[in-house]
């Protein structure tokens, strides 16, 4: 087990969803664009962890830091992108 790699595992759930979350604040609650931007990133960090061989104990801490990055994520009022505008 490398601490290396367990920081760049928590670094990388947070990133993705960080940005996941800024996605999922501009899509309509309960749609199908939702439900993709919370479970995007999962493949992507399960693969890393299983990768790595790094320990199940690990999942819950990967778990509460997608989960925490999805809500800063959304909360984030910056300039809206056109790209993520909700369309009417």
Do not use: D
């Not at 920081?7 to 439900?35: D, E, H, P, V």
């Not at 104990?57 to 509460?64: R, S």
Request: aromatic residues 14%.
């Amino acid at each position: 087990m490398h601490w290396s790699h367990i920081a760049a595992l928590i670094l990388t759930a947070f990133a993705c969803n960080l940005i996941l979350g800024k996605w999922r604040s501009y899509q309509k609650k309960m749609s199908a664009k939702w439900f993709v931007a919370i479970h995007l990133s999962i493949p992507l960090l399960v693969f890393l962890r299983l990768y790595w061989q790094l320990p199940n104990w690990l999942i819950i801490f990967t778990i509460g830091t997608a989960v925490l990055a999805q809500f800063v994520g959304g909360a984030l009022q910056v300039e809206r992108i056109p790209l993520f505008r909700r369309r009417v």
